[in-house]
Protein backbone atom coordinates (compact mmCIF):
# COMPACT_ATOMS: atom_id res chain seq x y z
CA UNK A 1 0.00 0.00 0.00
CA UNK A 2 1.02 3.73 -0.55
CA UNK A 3 3.12 4.87 2.58
CA UNK A 4 4.16 8.75 2.98
CA UNK A 5 6.96 9.18 5.91
CA UNK A 6 7.56 12.80 6.72
CA UNK A 7 10.52 13.88 8.66
CA UNK A 8 12.74 16.87 9.56
CA UNK A 9 10.27 18.73 11.63
CA UNK A 10 11.38 20.26 14.85
CA UNK A 11 11.86 23.16 16.88
CA UNK A 12 13.54 26.40 15.28
CA UNK A 13 13.92 30.40 16.20
CA UNK A 14 12.38 32.75 14.21
CA UNK A 15 14.24 33.63 10.70
CA UNK A 16 15.50 30.14 10.49
CA UNK A 17 15.86 26.86 8.54
CA UNK A 18 14.32 23.40 8.22
CA UNK A 19 13.86 21.16 5.21
CA UNK A 20 11.28 18.94 5.48
CA UNK A 21 11.20 15.37 3.66
CA UNK A 22 8.75 12.86 2.07
CA UNK A 23 9.42 9.71 1.57
CA UNK A 24 7.09 7.73 -0.71
CA UNK A 25 6.66 4.18 -1.19
CA UNK A 26 3.91 1.81 -2.66
CA UNK A 27 3.25 3.65 -5.64
CA UNK A 28 5.31 4.88 -9.49
CA UNK A 29 6.12 8.30 -7.07
CA UNK A 30 7.51 10.12 -10.73
CA UNK A 31 3.57 9.78 -12.04
CA UNK A 32 1.94 11.75 -9.27
CA UNK A 33 1.75 15.02 -8.36
CA UNK A 34 2.80 15.97 -4.51
CA UNK A 35 2.07 18.42 -2.14
CA UNK A 36 2.69 20.01 1.32
CA UNK A 37 0.18 21.04 3.56
CA UNK A 38 -0.10 22.31 7.11
CA UNK A 39 -2.26 22.19 10.04
CA UNK A 40 -2.06 24.52 13.06
CA UNK A 41 -3.61 23.97 16.16
CA UNK A 42 -7.54 25.16 15.63
CA UNK A 43 -6.96 25.67 12.10
CA UNK A 44 -8.58 23.98 8.93
CA UNK A 45 -5.35 21.86 6.97
CA UNK A 46 -4.37 24.53 4.22
CA UNK A 47 -2.00 24.00 1.21
CA UNK A 48 1.47 25.10 1.27
CA UNK A 49 2.80 23.94 -2.11
CA UNK A 50 2.81 21.25 -4.78
CA UNK A 51 5.12 19.87 -7.54
CA UNK A 52 3.54 18.30 -10.37
CA UNK A 53 4.30 15.26 -12.49
CA UNK A 54 6.83 15.36 -14.89
CA UNK A 55 8.48 18.45 -16.62
CA UNK A 56 7.29 19.75 -13.00
CA UNK A 57 5.01 22.89 -12.47
CA UNK A 58 5.17 24.60 -8.70
CA UNK A 59 2.23 26.16 -7.02
CA UNK A 60 3.18 27.84 -3.45
CA UNK A 61 0.96 29.73 -1.25
CA UNK A 62 1.22 33.14 -0.70
CA UNK A 63 2.03 33.32 2.59
CA UNK A 64 5.15 31.31 2.09
CA UNK A 65 5.92 32.82 -1.60
CA UNK A 66 9.85 33.42 -1.96
CA UNK A 67 10.55 32.01 1.52
CA UNK A 68 9.46 27.93 1.21
CA UNK A 69 11.20 25.87 -2.02
CA UNK A 70 9.37 22.35 -2.83
CA UNK A 71 11.87 20.12 -5.10
CA UNK A 72 11.63 16.36 -5.47
CA UNK A 73 13.46 13.69 -6.25
CA UNK A 74 11.94 11.59 -8.58
CA UNK A 75 15.34 8.27 -7.89
CA UNK A 76 14.70 8.41 -4.12
CA UNK A 77 11.14 8.48 -4.36
CA UNK A 78 11.09 11.69 -1.92
CA UNK A 79 9.69 14.95 -1.95
CA UNK A 80 11.58 18.20 -0.04
CA UNK A 81 10.29 21.36 1.45
CA UNK A 82 13.01 23.98 1.83
CA UNK A 83 11.58 26.69 4.46
CA UNK A 84 13.50 29.72 5.50
CA UNK A 85 13.12 32.87 6.94
CA UNK A 86 10.67 30.97 9.47
CA UNK A 87 7.79 32.70 11.39
CA UNK A 88 5.72 31.63 14.78
CA UNK A 89 2.60 31.69 11.82
CA UNK A 90 4.45 28.97 10.01
CA UNK A 91 4.43 26.42 13.44
CA UNK A 92 2.14 23.91 12.40
CA UNK A 93 2.01 20.01 11.82
CA UNK A 94 3.24 19.55 7.91
CA UNK A 95 1.97 16.91 5.89
CA UNK A 96 2.86 15.62 2.52
CA UNK A 97 0.08 14.26 0.15
CA UNK A 98 -0.33 12.36 -3.72
CA UNK A 99 -2.30 13.61 -6.08
CA UNK A 100 -3.45 10.95 -8.69
CA UNK A 101 -5.08 13.78 -11.26
CA UNK A 102 -3.38 15.52 -14.01
CA UNK A 103 -3.29 18.56 -12.60
CA UNK A 104 -2.04 20.93 -9.87
CA UNK A 105 -4.72 21.58 -6.78
CA UNK A 106 -4.83 22.95 -3.90
CA UNK A 107 -7.82 21.22 -2.42
CA UNK A 108 -6.88 18.98 0.63
CA UNK A 109 -9.63 16.85 0.08
CA UNK A 110 -8.20 16.31 -3.58
CA UNK A 111 -5.44 14.69 -2.42
CA UNK A 112 -5.62 10.73 -2.56
CA UNK A 113 -2.84 9.85 0.17
CA UNK A 114 -1.30 11.37 3.02
CA UNK A 115 1.35 11.05 5.43
CA UNK A 116 1.42 10.78 9.54
CA UNK A 117 2.84 14.31 9.08
CA UNK A 118 5.68 16.15 10.83
CA UNK A 119 5.70 19.01 13.84
CA UNK A 120 7.21 21.94 12.78
CA UNK A 121 7.61 24.63 15.81
CA UNK A 122 8.84 28.50 15.01
CA UNK A 123 9.97 30.23 18.27
CA UNK A 124 9.58 34.12 18.82
Known amino acids: QVQLVESGGGLVQAGGSLRLSCAAS????????MAWFRQAPGKEREFVAA????????HYADAVKGRFTISRDNAKNTVYLQMNSLKPDDTAVYYC?????????????????WGQGTQVTVSS
Open 97 to 113: AVDRSWVVRRSAPSYDY
Open 51 to 58: ISRGDPTI
Open 26 to 33: GLTFSSYN
